[in-house]
């Protein structure tokens, strides 16, 4: 079952801060962001694993609640080259006792950043 | 090493056809995952391997869908009698896993840049 993520969409001016939220209903053991500009393969942003550890990247950060199975990622002074979709890739196994533990991503959230 | 690759960029093929993609993951990495993405949507998994061992395959993939990793390394990805519906960009990543597939992933997915397929 794929993750939840909100908003599904957000349009910010630059300088201005977002923050996108990612659910999921299974115990994870991982969770990671991905970035998607048009017409192009996902880029690897962040990993964060159990332990409820934060991360950041360049202004971009994030944290995982493992309790509430919640990501959040956060867009803090936002800059045009953060325009794209963002992803979130939750790993979990699939089932109790599945042979591992598959990523899965969520549907996306558009993020466009203006002048 | 050059990163994720996959062939062909682009494939159009009739209805009723077969394909074939193919993917050279990076060359030490263990896990090879593929997904489908179409206009709008996050990546939808399909399948995955842990080495040669395909661990998981999606419900949602009719037996029209197979996937090989024959020797750990490359792997390919067939659609038999293709229909309208299976139009999309199919992608493929890998990364090093864990030596115990039931071990958590700590490092990063690798993307390819896919394979459009279109289907007239």
């Known amino acids: 079952q794929q993750p939840v993520q909100s908003p599904q969409a957000v349009i910010l001016r630059e300088g201005e801060d977002a923050v996108i939220n990612c659910s999921s209903s299974k115990a994870l053991y991982s969770v990671h962001w991905y970035r998607q500009k048009h017409g192009e393969a996902p880029v690897f942003l962040m990993i964060?694993?159990?332990?409820?550890e934060q991360k950041g990247h360049d202004k971009i950060s994030a944290s995982f609640n493992e309790k509430k199975q919640q990501s959040s990622l956060y867009l803090t002074a936002s800059q045009l080259s953060y325009s794209g979709t963002y992803f979130c890739?939750?790993?979990?196994?699939?089932?109790?006792?599945?042979?591992?533990?598959?990523?899965?991503f969520g549907g996306g959230t558009r993020v466009l950043v203006k002048p | 090493d050059t990163g994720v690759s996959q062939n062909p960029r682009h494939k159009i093929t009739k209805r009723g056809q077969n394909v074939t993609f193919r993917c050279d993951p990076i060359?030490?990495?263990?896990?090879l995952y593929w997904y489908r993405q179409t206009l709008g949507q996050g990546p939808e998994f399909l399948t995955y391997f842990q080495n040669e061992a395909q661990l998981e395959k999606s419900r949602l993939l009719s037996d029209r869908f197979s996937a090989e990793r024959p020797k750990g390394s490359f792997s390919t990805l067939e659609i038999q009698r293709t229909e309208q519906g299976d139009s999309a960009m199919y992608l493929c990543?890998?990364?090093?896993?864990?030596?115990?597939?039931?071990?958590?992933?700590?490092?990063?997915?690798?993307f390819g840049q896919g394979t459009r397929l279109t289907v007239v």
């Open positions: 060359s030490e990495h263990n896990r």
């Open positions: 990543a890998s990364s090093l896993g864990p030596l115990e597939a039931r071990e958590g992933l700590n490092t990063e997915a690798f």
């Open positions: 890739g939750t790993e979990a196994p699939s089932r109790p006792g599945a042979a591992g533990n598959k990523l899965t």
């Open positions: 964060l694993l159990k332990g409820g």
